[in-house]
Structure formats: C-alpha cells, structure tokens
C-alpha cells in the first residue's frame, strides 16, 4: 500500500522520439508511464526519415531498438490510436481520460502477417509515404511499427458501408487466421490516475500550396523535404530509388530552397524552423550518394544555419568532399520548364536576376505546431506562444504554464533530433523530482526464464541476415548471404528479414529458438554499438544466456564502404558470416556480476548547467556532492547580465546558488579539483586535491567553457576592440553613454581551420546586445558584420526587430575579413558592402567582437573518468542523436557547454537532462556489468605487470597470495572487455570471456 498521495505514474502524449525517450528514461527510474499516441503505432515522425545527419546513421536503425524496448517493457503501457481528453486535478494526482479510437483489429491476436491487406481491394493515398504511394484500407504503418498490427480505415473500408451486409466484402476477415478483425469493435474512454503530464506530441510541416510563388501541387516535381525523405528511403514508394514523381526518370539536376514557411512574417511564421538548412544538406548529400551520376544538386538559402555540433563540418564537407553547390540568393517563383522540369527565377546578391532549369525542385518546408496538440494545450490551460507553440516558462528548460504539466520536443519549439532527446531526458528529470516520494510504488520487476544449460549440446546455430531496408538490401544480395549461411557447419536455421531489428523480427527469432532448439545465434545488419543489447534482450526473454549471441556488421563494413562493388560486398558479406558463425560455436555462457549501488552523485563543474543538474538530483532525495574549481559557483554565467529574452541572469544565478548552498542533499566543495578516480558505476572513489574522498555511484560532468581571447582585430591592444561579454558589462554599468558608432564583427575564432565549428549563440547575443544599446540610446549607428546570422528558433524575432530598428546588417567573406586599424582620427573598421561591392569606412566608438566558446582543458577528467574528447577539445557522447547527455562510460554524464555551445536555456536543459539520465542508474538497487570480463590463468602468469600498465579501466592488478605467488587479477567489476590486456601479454595468461583468443583465431581461420 502506498504510503505517499502522489501517484507514482507519468502521462506521455506523443511517441515520437521525445516521448518514447521520456517514457524509457522514467520507466527505468522508477515510475510506470502511460504513453498516449494519436496514430496506430509509435514513433511520431522519425520512421519517415531516410537517414540522420551529420553521421547518415539510418533513421529506422537507431530508432527501432528505442521502439522494441519501449514496447517490452513492463512498466510502459502504450496506447495507440488514443487521445488525452480531459485532465483534472492537481500535479501529484491528476485524474486523465483518455479515449481509444476502435482499430478494427485486436492487437493482442494479430500476428502482423499481412495478408488482410493482400485481400483488401480498395486503395487509399499512403499519408505515411505523403500520398507519394498507395495502401489498403487495412494497413500497418510502416514495416517495423510497434505494436506490429494492423489497422482499418473506417473511411475507406467497404465493409463499413453497410455492417450488417455479410455480402459486402469482408476479404480481410477471410484472409485472418488469427481471426483478429471486427468492423464492431467501438471506441473506448478509460480514466487513470498520473502524478504528471508530460505533452510532446511533435509537430507539423508547413503546406507550401499556401505560397503560390512555389507552384507546390501544380508542378509535378516540385516536392516538400518530407517527400524527398519518402523518396529517398528503403521504405519508401520507390524502394529508395532517386526519381522524380512526374515519369519515375533519375533527375541529373535537383534544387533545394530554403526558408519555406518560416522566416516568413506575412504568413505568420516569423521563426526560423532550425531543422532546414542541415537537412538540406543531409539530404543532398545522401542523393548524390544515391545516385549513380554525378547528380547536380543545389541550394539556394539566405543564411546557412549549421549551429549545432558537428554541423559546420558536415557543411563544409558537403561542399568539399561531395560538391554541392550553395547560392545564396533570393528565390521570386517557380515556372513550368520543358519535360515536366521546373525553373527557378531568382536574384543574387549583386541584383542579378537569374532563370535556371530543374528536374527536380525539393521545398525546404518549416515545422509549425500539431493542430490536434494546439486544441489540447488550450483545453488542458497550458500557455501558447504567439506562434501556438507552447510558451515554456523562462529559464526551466520544459515547465509550461499549468503545474505539474512539461512540454519537451516540436511542441516548445523547432528543434533537431539531439535537442529534442535532450529536452525528454530534462522533462523526465523534473517529472521525477515532483513525484520522487512516489518512486517504485507501481513499477513491476521483470522476470526472465531461467537461461537454458547448453553445456555439451551440439552447437545449433541461428543466423538472420537483415536487408535494412536497402541500407545492406541495395548492394549486398542478402538472400544468397542467407542461403550460403545454411550450408556453414553448425547452422540449423538461416533466413533473412527485412528489418531484424523490428518487433516482429524480435518475436521470430524467439520462435526460431524454439522451434529448432537454437543455442547459438548470429544477426548480420548493422552496427552492435547500437543494436547488440537489443537482440540480447531478445534471447534472455528466449531463455538463452544473452552471450550466445554474435554480430556481424554487414552494413558499415560491407555495403556502405562498398557500394558501388555490389559482388564483392556480398562476397565480403558472406565472409564475416562465416566468421561470426566460427565464433559463435565457440561462444559460452557469461554470467553477470551483481554489485550493490552506492546512491549518491558527484557533479563536477559549479556553472549553470552543473548546479541545475545537482539541484534536480537533490530534490529527488540523492546526496550530491559539487565541486567547483573556481572559488566561487556560479562560473561563466557571472559575467551575463541580460538573457536572450530579457531575463535577469544575476538574480536567476543568486537565488539558484542559495538554492544550492541552503540544501540538505547537497555538499558543495570550492577551491578544489579532482585528484583521482578509481572505481566503476555504482562504485566510484574520488579523491579531490584536498584530500577528502568522495564515494558515489554517479558522476555529472560540467566543467563548462571560456570566451575565447582574440588574438586578432587590435584587441588587448585597444580599448575600444571588446568581446561581448566585456561589452555587455560595460552596458550594464552604464559606461557606454557617450559611444554612438558600435561595430559587432561574428565569427572571431569560430568556423575557421583551428575551430572548425559555430559557437552558436554569437549572433544571437550580438544582435542582442545591439537592441539593448538601441533601447538606451535609439541614435546610436549600428553595424554587425557577419558571414551567416543564425538567429535559430524563436531568435529570429530578434533579427526582424533589429532590422527594423536601423540596425544595419552588413555580410563578409572569409577572404575579405573586416580590417581594424588605429589611425590619427580614430579607429577604423574597413569592410566591403557585398552589395554595393565596394569598401565602407566606419570609425567605431565600440568594436564588439563574438568571440568563440573554447572549451576548458578537459584532459585529465578525460583520462580519469576514461571518457573521450572530440578533435576541439569539447566531451564527445556516447551517441550524437541518442545519447547526447550520455558518455559510453556508464554511470558517466554531461552538460552544458563541457559539451559544445549553447545559451543558457539549453545549459539548464541539459543540466535537468543530464540528472534525468543518472537517475536512472541511481533508482537501481544494485549494478549489474555483463561479465564481459579479462580472467588470468594463474599458471602462466609471470607478474611482468604490462596488463597493469596498459590497462585503461585500472582493472588489473598485480596481488600476492598467502603462499607469496604473485599473479595478475583483473577485477570484472572496472573491466570493459577491451582485451588491452590480453593483447599485451607476453606469455599469453590473459584472456576475454566472450572474445578469447580461440575464438579470434578461429575468426581468423575462416577467412583461410
């Protein structure tokens, strides 16, 4: 019995990647959640997606296992074709209603085989594949939805014109062995108690048929961006072959326009929608990849707003290495062309009007709100923002105006993959702040069937080689891959699949086990640093020992190096199966090594985002521990004085540091560093340089980042040539009134050869701080030179009154950069106008200069946490889109700007994210490591102590027994399985449960 009033459940509306991460996040931390999605399956928008960028990781393939364990685990119920339609209550207890549209088909008896869809006669516009291609009136929606079964139109079936006509077509019914349809199943309102909502029910794209001057619906191959993803993905109504919807012909020459819907005042999209400019590229990157020509591929944008991390690169890459070409330039309307091509008229720079002729025309259209989402917050009493996105409370990162309610995703704003798993992770965070006296009241522990002893059976091994759509489909010949793994010694079974990774895949593999009494399985697809724990899941639910299982990584090694060798890379294909199959027969059962969980956390790193994320964990009733190097918290955000939306920073930062130095959960340490780290998640021992040592099961790292010092534009050498944060202060304290010609200069330090990416919040804050000195003194001349204004999001607001305020906007090459000069009459900034094209003089009371964020010397956290550091010197995640908060170290997190740039709202989501995630190791009772472990055999070790010296995770070391024999010992605790170890052993003592040396060498041999 429950001994607190606060309901130990979460309400989740939306399963698009924000809300399956929420749901996985609170689920794993203690609280049982109700995910609530308006279409038949989960997933929101993503499945629709070919591939992310900047690593072209395949959309399906990092989302599917998210999916599967969403849908398996036993403290997430999902409820698809549902709606929330009425909330009441109070945040702790509110009582939801939700009403569950009839699907027609039973879930829980259909089997997902398809065949009611063969028999349907009548086809339908597939608004999956954006009319692009057909369904049936009964359809799944797409291949690998979960759950993985069918559902009826009721517009569209013929059945429902007359139900009590027995005659009236009922094919599907004929067709269903597992007799799951009934055209009499009525909808259904259920009513559940929750502790809290959480709405992340995405977004739309914007109809380009609403601005004529794009044609869009009239010319055949004028497409919006999510058509071209159809297009261009596996899934898709073409199979992922590139061509044009007019006559199905491989277009030589394709165009992208930017800014479709947003940036767009007349219409009311005022916003930038953030996500354009990189999918763009994405995209044009990944058709020319497609295509077998060298495709002409174009994009025509204003500014290119490549801000988040890694994106720069991509960009330039794309330019670089793959040669797409950018013109920046102003689109006047689109005409019909000879062939069904389209043409483009538009203005360069200099005022040049330019016609040119496309195959293929792709709108880069904006995202704006959910309709359906729009109607609820209103029901619901959660505030809009002008733009009906929801207004997210200022400085929280996910509240919304109704307590107990939080907003994560598309909903609050325009964001991209990594943003928006950020933000589910935040809003989770806080969710289980608010209902942490009810942690664990209504979660179940999931129980598994003991493992089956497969000690001396015959090895019976399974494989399943995955198409991936296309992704291995389009080059390796995966059936010919499966028929030759049948004829490998020890193999039983072998089939291929679609997607392996889908739910069905899941449930045949458990069948197969079964059926043919499989001891040994190998899945041939992609990446096992995405997929492996997932398939492991599947063969622990199967009664197997989840180490029974090898991976083969036929899609990174095979058909994405090979592609244009499509026999070689199958040939390849079937070499690493016989490998995997060679390891396989000798695989043996791992067993994992239970520890118990040392509850508390250390956050390194007094800023912002760390004093955030301790506060979060501290309120859920964990003891933190923050050290800060600095002899005072509150780190660079000291030195702000105005938020980008007009928030006082120094009161926000002094009431969040006396939040922090009056809590109980928390130990706050200044003036020091950390010394040494030894131990593992669940067991970390800290020393600090004070001495004192700090025990904890999890560590938060958010050691933040500094301004660069420019080295360039006369600075610290003349007092008028000022950062911005300088800048800033000077405004504050009024010693700026008797200046009246003020030049921002963007991009100092940033976006060159020595920090090849954005800082991302320079414009912003240039264009900032410019409205403020306007604010005090509107005669005050104003220049920003800049080379791109990424003023994202909600920003752009900014921008268009800064423009309209006389703030002149003045665009510089990288090979024409400002030029500051002392001279007798002054200081001079000389730049050239690149529509005038010729050189303006200013003298300038105020140069600010955006100088980069550089991060901190990370180096020796890096090494003692043994997490990695990109090539600029920020922490590198565990996963880009996935896992951005996470390290691959477990038990290991970050946030803020020890991560990459950003403002201070997205410090403090990530700081709540960044406790979001830990929490969910810190709800544990106990650690459970995959045994995965180094073990010394004792007899041939000789104590030289290199598996000492060469061992990353300090596991190894050396211990004299009672008998005075010394010998190597590996703790499997610290150990990561890495074999560092056994490959430096000289008297070959070490091995790797799970990779031993006979394994490799019987890898090796195959190949022979």
């Known amino acids: 019995m429950s001994t607190t009033n606060k309901v130990g459940a979460v309400l989740v509306v939306g399963s698009g990647i924000a809300g399956i991460q929420a749901s996985l996040d609170l689920a794993e931390s203690g609280y049982y959640v109700y995910l609530v999605e308006k279409e038949p399956a989960i997933g929101g928008t993503m499945p629709m997606l070919d591939k992310t960028f900047p690593t072209n990781d395949c959309s399906m393939c990092i989302l599917s296992p998210k999916l599967v364990d969403c849908g398996r685990h036993l403290n997430i119920k999902t409820l698809t074709n549902s709606e929330l339609v009425g909330l009441a209550g109070e945040p702790g207890h509110f009582k939801a209603t939700i009403r569950t549209k009839a699907r027609y088909v039973d879930p829980a008896k259909c089997t997902g085989c398809g065949s009611c869809a063969e028999a349907c006669p009548v086809k339908v ?87 004529a001057l794009y044609k869009y619906g009239q010319l055949k191959n004028v497409v919006t961006s999510l058509e071209f993803e159809r297009i261009l993905s596996a899934s ?26 947003s940036r767009n005042c007349r219409i009311g999209h005022g916003y930038c929608s953030s996500v354009c400019c990189m999918y763009a590229i994405k995209q044009s990157v990944i058709a020319k990849e497609h295509a077998a020509y060298d495709l002409n591929a174009n994009i025509f944008y204003m500014d290119m707003r490549t801000y988040g991390k890694d994106f720069e690169k991509y ?27 389209v043409k483009i008229r538009y203005a360069l720079e200099d005022g040049t009007v330019v016609t040119e002729e496309y195959d293929m025309v792709v709108l880069s259209v904006g995202l704006e709100p959910n309709r359906k989402a729009v109607e609820l917050a209103k029901q619901l009493g959660v505030e809009l923002n002008q733009y009906n996105f929801a207004d997210v409370t200022k400085l929280t990162g996910v509240a919304s105006s109704k307590p107990g309610i939080y907003v994560a995703g598309a909903f609050s704003g325009p964001r991209d993959i990594p943003e928006t798993v950020m933000q589910a992770s935040a809003a989770a965070g806080e969710v289980q702040k608010l209902l942490a006296e009810a942690k664990g009241t209504l979660t179940k522990t999931k129980e598994y069937p003991a493992p089956k002893d497969v000690t001396g059976e015959i090895v019976r091994t399974g494989v399943f080689v995955c198409h991936c759509g296309i992704n291995i489909g389009s080059v390796v010949d995966v059936p010919a891959v499966a028929e030759y793994a049948k004829t490998l010694p020890g193999v039983v079974y072998a089939t291929d699949k679609l997607y392996a990774c889908s739910q069905d895949s899941s449930a045949q593999i458990k069948e197969a086990i079964e059926q043919y009494g499989l001891n040994r399985i190998v899945v041939a697809s992609c990446s096992p640093r995405t997929h492996e724990p997932m398939f492991q899941e599947t063969l622990k639910e199967a009664g197997l020992n989840p180490h029974l299982f090898e991976m083969a990584n036929i899609r990174d090694h095979c058909s994405w190096v090979h592609q244009n060798e499509p026999e070689k890379a199958t040939e390849k294909a079937k070499d690493l199966v016989r490998m995997a199959v060679k390891k396989a027969a000798l695989l ?142 000077l405004l504050a304290e009024g010693r700026l009134k008797n200046s009246n010609n003020f030049v921002f200069i963007q991009c100092v330090g940033s976006r060159d050869e020595e920090r090849p990416y954005c800082s991302r919040i320079c414009c912003t804050k240039s264009i900032k701080l410019a409205l403020k000195i306007k604010e005090q003194k509107p005669g005050a001349n104003i220049f920003i030179l800049y080379r791109d204004i990424r003023t994202y999001g909600y920003f752009e607001d900014l921008y268009t009154e800064a423009r309209r305020k006389g703030i002149i906007f003045v665009r510089y090459s990288t090979d024409a950069k400002p030029v500051v000069e002392l001279t007798s009459t002054g200081t001079k900034v000389t730049f050239t106008d690149h529509v005038l094209n010729r050189p303006v003089e200013i003298y300038a009371d105020i140069i600010g200069l955006a100088s980069a964020i550089v991060p901190n010397d990370n180096t020796t956290l890096s090494k003692l946490f043994k997490v990695p550091l990109n090539a600029e010197g920020f922490f ?110 000289r008297c070959g003592a070490i091995n790797v449960k799970g990779c031993s040396n006979e394994q490799i060498m019987a890898m090796v041999r195959a190949l022979a």
């Open 125 to 211: 516009d597939d608004e999956f594949n954006q009319g692009l291609g057909k369904r049936k009136a009964i359809y799944k929606l797409y291949a690998q939805a979960f759950p993985n079964a069918y559902a009826i139109d009721n517009s569209k079936c013929l059945k429902f014109k007359n139900l009590n006509n027995d005659k009236l077509c009922g094919k599907c019914i004929k067709a269903c062995q597992a007799g799951a349809i009934n055209h009499h199943m009525q909808d259904e309102e259920i009513e559940i108690e929750v502790g809290s909502v959480l709405l992340v029910p995405g977004f739309e794209i914007f109809d380009p048929s609403e601005l």
């Open 236 to 261: 898709g109504p073409f199979g992922g072959h590139l061509v044009r919807p007019s006559d199905h012909k491989e277009p030589q020459k394709i165009a992208w326009i930017q800014c479709v819907g």
């Open 315 to 341: 960009y330039e890459r794309a330019q670089k290495q793959y040669g797409v070409n950018f013109v920046r330039s102003r689109v006047y309307g689109l005409d019909p062309g000879e062939e069904d091509n």
């Open 588 to 729: 043996e059962p791992v067993q994992p090594v239970t520890l118990p969980m040392n509850h508390d956390a250390l956050v390194i790193g007094g800023g912002v985002s760390g004093m955030t994320a301790a506060l979060n964990l501290a309120d859920q009733g964990y003891q933190v521990y923050l050290v800060e190097k600095a002899k005072e918290l509150g780190g660079i955000a000291k030195r702000i004085r105005y938020g980008m939306g007009g928030e006082d920073v120094p009161a926000f930062l002094n009431r969040l540091i006396n939040q922090i130095q009056n809590h109980t959960n928390i130990k706050v340490y200044t003036g020091v560093e950390i010394a040494d780290v030894q131990g593992f998640m669940g067991n970390y021992q800290t020393k600090l340089t004070n001495g004192e040592e700090i025990k904890h099961g999890v560590a938060i790292i958010a050691t933040g980042a500094a301004e660069y010092r420019p080295q360039e534009y006369l600075y610290g050498q003349n007092p008028r040539v000022r950062t911005l944060l300088e800048v800033e202060g």
């Open 876 to 985: 590198l995640e565990a996963h880009l889109k996935l896992r951005p908060v996470d390290f691959g170290t477990d038990g290991v997190f970050m946030c803020g700007l020890a991560h990459g740039p950003k403002n201070l709202e997205e410090n403090i989501a990530q700081g709540k994210a960044a406790a979001g995630r830990a929490a969910t190791a810190l709800a544990k009772e106990n650690i459970q490591t995959d045994g995965k472990a180094a073990f010394v055999n004792k007899r041939k070790c000789m104590a030289c102590g290199v598996c000492v010296e060469v061992c990353p995770a300090k596991a190894a070391s050396l211990v004299t027994d009672e008998r005075g024999n010394t010998a190597a010992e590996v703790n499997p605790a610290l150990c990561k399985g890495c074999g560092a170890c056994s490959s430096s052993c």
